[in-house]
């Protein structure tokens, strides 16, 4: 079982380019999860998806979209990045009404 | 404010000592509290888990929910050089959202 696969694991991108960030599950979880790591700065929840075709703002959505492809996959995107946006980003999932959520190996992302 | 509240440190102890992390938070709804561990350029796993107010132990490891006060803490006991690590204390309210908001993180290095 892989569990939760994020691509790419690293990226540097121009200012206003944007990208896509994937996040796959293989553990048939219901909830899936986009945060930021920043130094100093915790966890910070961009967007959350309790369900395939709902999707939920978190504390920081400015600047981001995101689509719940389907149960397993749960994209984060980026339309114009800004330098602000310099981050790891991780992907978590869990099963509705379980405590432990399962998180990606993170995605380096550098805006310049 | 934030919903959850956790003293980002950092914290340096000498092996074999207490180590006291605590969270304060301001949603009533939360139910589920939890603590994750992060070594560095990983992703966070699940320590440990509280539901509603009360203790755990898990080996050197427990926790305490105060609801009334709205305060959260992990302690550890004996603590080693591999217990050094970011502690992330993480909420949830139950049923309904399926939001899970994490404090800011605890950096905690133990001595040899």
């Known amino acids: 079982n892989a569990g939760v696969t994020q691509t790419p694991k690293f990226q540097v991108l121009k200012t206003g380019q944007s990208m896509t960030l994937q996040c796959a599950q293989d553990?048939?979880?219901?909830?899936m999860y986009w945060y930021r790591q920043d130094p100093g700065m915790g966890l910070r929840l961009i967007y959350y998806?309790?369900?395939?075709?709902?999707?939920d703002k978190g504390e920081v959505p400015n600047g981001y979209n995101v689509s719940r492809l389907n149960k397993r996959e749960f994209s984060l995107r980026l339309e114009s990045a800004a330098p602000s946006q310099t981050s790891v980003y991780f992907c978590?999932?869990?099963?509705?009404?379980?405590?432990?959520?399962?998180f990606g190996q993170g995605t380096r992302l550098t805006v310049v | 404010q934030k919903e959850v509240e956790q003293d980002p440190g950092p914290l340096s102890v000498p092996e074999g000592a207490i180590v006291s992390l605590n969270c304060t938070y301001s949603?009533?709804?939360?139910?589920?509290f939890m603590w994750y561990r992060q070594y560095s350029r990983k992703g966070p796993e699940l320590l440990m888990y509280?539901?509603?107010?009360g203790n755990k132990e898990d080996g050197r490891f427990t926790a305490q929910v105060d609801k009334s006060s709205k305060y959260i803490s992990l302690f550890i006991r004996d603590s080693q050089p591999s217990d050094s690590a970011t502690y992330l204390c993480?909420?949830?309210?139950?049923?309904?959202?399926?939001?899970?908001?994490f404090g800011k993180g605890t950096k905690l290095t133990v001595n040899p």
């Open positions: 978590a999932s869990r099963d509705r009404g379980q405590t432990e959520a399962f």
């Open positions: 553990m048939n979880h219901n909830s």
């Open positions: 998806s309790a369900s395939e075709g709902t999707t």
């Open positions: 949603n009533s709804a939360f139910q589920y």
């Open positions: 509280t539901y509603s107010s």
């Open positions: 993480a909420m949830s309210p139950q049923g309904g959202s399926e939001k899970l908001v």
